[in-house]
């Protein structure tokens, strides 16, 4: 190969003319010197120049810088050039392909929307615009929310062009903040998400921890994350900024309910899905119920309501209101006056526990949190998994047939179940069903005029049936969840049924070994990989560096 | 391809003739098995995870695994032989490369022990898994790409590991880099706008696509998608022709020193 080089230099330094020192323009000497190219240079031995005392001349110092900066220019002109295409290609192909050929391979597919969200997406008109309070990298460096760009980016692919999202930073843009919200009404800050309906004017916001389901461990007293509820929460403030109507679900408080974000997160996002407005009510300062409400929802009072609150809660059932009762874990209270409403549709809240007897329908040794059954009726109409509810009051339908109330049952338990009596597990009723949830439909009120709804009633033993506690143990497969939902369904008449956003959170993706046996394999296994494994390595390279000492 | 086969076989037989085959491997998986143990005594896998941890380790362990590539023919003068034998220089390259990309892989396939661990112990795998493989593999094979020229720059291993080193934690900085840019974009249009042109979010927005152009050229970015789960085609290509474009830069640089003298 040297000899090669050599020739080939000799053979254009011997037709160099004195004079320019000029190269001639023979096609071996334009030519990038490859290797490919050396057999032109062979085939001119004849002009070799050999100096008096036979061995060869260097070619001369200008003649060879000559040529190393041709050779320098033409690899220079030829990188730029692939690079440019390489370049050039990349832009192409993120320009044409983008996003299209991308999979997402989480178990979760929490990259993804739902079928329910591309429903919602077809059927949308209006252009939604989703903005988010700070720059694309804050997210795309969150622990937890790095999905979240690339879940927008699915909503803007399948949504036909109405959705627009956008990434502004208050920081480097502080107008955003009156421009999104004129009137300050939201208090928008950085790192939030405006979902709004340009032209209606209305907008959600949604905080970052809207986008995960947490839940508060009891032992820690950490709040610990137990899911992702983002797509959940998208498509709910998408539904909702374009909903014609918003109706509005009321939570009496005043009795020391707890609030929804502390035990009932999932049914808050349940209800923001589909377009629920939620608001507390105190009926102990305020007169009436107010007109716009859909469902009044009596959630876990730890103790009984008012007599005033009573009647104001019946004035308003006898205009056609529909309620939602279900009371916290079982104490033994007795409601009085809740029942006194409950009258009105034929049902009693008991003070006597259920307790289940069929050990294959509640939880090992925990007869009383049972599985239960659900009938068919109007809010259930074909077969469904069970139903967790624990702790829970029986709950009576009252002997007293009238024909404008309409009565079923909702959830039961197996026919081996009994009461106990105020809580007494001693003292137990008889077995046989003991209803745990009933529904109630009651058109005596209804005047085709100033009354056009019936009012409705559903009345669960427990609130455990849609609180956190229970959908981290059963998750979204048992029908506590869409039980939730048909519920609020049913009593609010038909006021949400525009999309039937019934989008369960995302499970986090469990890594937890299932091994169940001896620690023995564990161990065998971590010691085997990190310290016999790197020292038999070591070993090796030991043997092969003594071999080599000795060569 | 039989030249190409001759050199490849040669060096990755180099790799193993020396300790430095072993010692690579001895710290690949000493690191990546204490990972794992750690988590695994803690009822715990996730090879994913691990995977992520160890690019890390790129910026330590390819700079060791290129640096000898061409900086150690140069030193001790049997580079002038390799250009005499009747091969040519991408072959050359190309073998070189191939054989501490072959060793990446060894590496790499030492991670396969703890995905049965994993499955014998019930743990998950998931498709997710794959992605993160891939990803992994092709960011191995830019980065000895990288080191695999930087070697062929000079004649010194030490100097040729830094300077590898140098530029992966460049690599690695490169994000940060990029939003420091996008800020200074957005403030100097901020304070150049005298006239009001542009509205604020428009300034903002030149900001934020400067971040993403750099971002866009940065290995270690494009390569989030596979650890987050998303497959997507073009990042593989973008590895690919970067992996590609630094191979042919290598075969330039020795392109010259092989047909230039001075």
Do not use: C
């Amino acid at each position: 190969m040297t000899d090669n080089k050599d020739a080939n230099i000799k053979e254009t330094n011997s037709t160099v003319t004195p004079d320019s020192g000029q190269l001639p323009t023979t096609p071996a000497a334009e030519s990038t010197p490859t290797a490919e190219s050396t057999p032109a240079a062979e085939s001119a031995p004849a002009k070799q120049s050999v100096s008096p005392s036979g061995s060869r001349r260097r070619p001369p110092k200008r003649l060879v810088d000559r040529r190393s900066r041709r050779i320098g220019r033409i690899s220079l002109l030829t990188t730029l050039v692939v690079l440019a295409i390489v370049i050039l290609v990349n832009i192409v192909l993120e320009t044409v392909v983008g996003d299209r050929l991308s999979w997402d391979l989480t178990q979760n597919q929490l990259m993804s929307i739902g079928e329910k969200t591309e429903e919602l997406l077809e059927r949308l008109e209006e252009d939604v615009h989703i903005s988010y309070l700070g720059t694309e990298n804050d997210l795309l460096n969150h622990s937890t929310l790095a999905f979240v760009p690339q879940l927008l980016n699915d909503y803007v692919n399948r949504g036909r062009g109405h959705i627009i999202v956008e990434y502004v930073d208050p920081v480097a843009d502080p107008s955003v903040i009156s421009r999104l919200d004129p009137q300050s009404i939201h208090q928008l800050s950085e790192r939030q998400f405006v979902v709004q309906n340009r032209a209606n004017g209305r907008l959600r916001v949604l905080s970052q921890q809207d986008l995960v389901a947490t839940q508060l461990n009891q032992q820690t007293l950490q709040t610990v994350m137990t899911g992702y509820s983002a797509e959940n929460a998208f498509s709910g403030a998408i539904n909702y900024v374009t909903l014609d109507i918003v109706p509005t679900v009321y939570r009496l408080t005043g009795h020391g309910e707890p609030p929804l974000e502390e035990s009932f997160q999932v049914l808050g996002g349940l209800m923001d899905a589909n377009g629920f407005d939620v608001s507390d009510i105190n009926l102990l300062t305020v007169e009436k119920v107010p007109e716009d409400a859909a469902v009044l929802l009596i959630l876990a009072p730890p103790a009984d309501i008012s007599g005033p609150e009573a009647d104001r809660i019946i004035a308003w059932i006898k205009t056609g209101g529909s309620i939602m009762v279900a009371p916290g874990a079982f104490t033994g209270q007795d409601f009085a006056n809740l029942n006194r409403v409950l009258q009105e549709f034929n049902i009693e809240l008991t003070s006597d526990r259920v307790r289940e007897g069929d050990s294959s329908l509640h939880l090992p040794n925990y007869p009383t949190y049972i599985l239960a059954g659900a009938p068919k009726n109007d809010i259930t109409t074909g077969s469904v998994p069970e139903t967790l509810i624990s702790e829970a009051a029986g709950v009576k339908i009252l002997q007293n047939p009238v024909e404008w109330i309409e009565t079923s049952v909702l959830l039961k338990t197996s026919d081996m179940a009994v009461l106990e009596e105020g809580g007494n597990p001693a003292s137990i009723s008889p077995e046989g069903v003991q209803n745990l949830a009933v529904m109630s439909d009651s058109t005596g009120y209804m005047d085709g005029t100033n009354v056009k709804h019936s009012s409705r009633a559903v009345v669960f033993g427990s609130s455990s049936v849609f609180d956190d506690q229970t959908f981290s143990l059963v998750g979204y497969q048992a029908y506590n969840y869409m039980l939730t939902y048909l519920s609020f369904d049913w009593l609010s008449q038909g006021q949400t049924d525009v999309n039937k956003l019934v989008i369960p959170n995302k499970q986090l993706a469990s890594y937890k070994i299932q091994h169940t046996g001896s620690t023995t394999p564990i161990y065998a296994a971590a010691i085997g990989t990190a310290v016999v494994l790197p020292l038999l390595m070591l070993l090796l390279a030991i043997i092969v560096y003594r071999r080599r000492k000795h060569l | 391809m039989k030249q190409t086969q001759a050199i490849y076989r040669r060096e990755l037989n180099a790799y193993f003739k020396s300790p430095i085959g072993y010692v690579l491997l001895a710290i690949f998986i000493f690191v990546s098995s204490l990972f794992f143990a750690v988590n695994l005594l803690g009822y715990y896998a996730n090879i994913a995870s691990e995977l992520n941890f160890m690019q890390g380790l790129f910026f330590v362990l390819i700079p060791i695994l290129t640096m000898k590539t061409f900086a150690e023919e140069r030193r001790s003068g049997t580079e002038i032989l390799l250009f005499t034998t009747p091969v040519t220089t991408p072959q050359i390259v190309v073998g070189k490369y191939l054989a501490a990309f072959t060793l990446f892989l060894i590496m790499t396939a030492t991670t396969l022990i703890h995905v049965a661990i994993t499955v014998l112990l019930q743990g998950t795998v998931d498709v997710l898994l794959l992605g993160t493989y891939v990803g992994f593999i092709l960011s191995g094979a830019v980065y000895i790409a990288i080191g695999v020229m930087i070697s062929s720059l000079t004649s010194n291993q030490i100097i040729a590991a830094i300077v590898s080193v140098v530029i992966f934690i460049g690599f690695m900085l490169l994000e940060a880099i990029a939003s420091l840019l996008g800020n200074f974009t957005t403030t100097i249009l901020q304070n150049l706008d005298f006239l009001n042109l542009l509205s604020a979010a428009q300034e903002a927005a030149a900001g934020e696509a400067v971040t993403k152009a750099v971002n866009w050229i940065n290995p270690a970015t494009r390569l989030v998608d596979f650890s987050s789960g998303i497959f997507r085609l073009t990042p593989i290509v973008f590895l690919i022709s970067i992996t590609l474009l630094f191979l042919y830069l290598t075969v330039q640089v020795l392109e010259r020193r092989r047909w230039t003298q001075s």
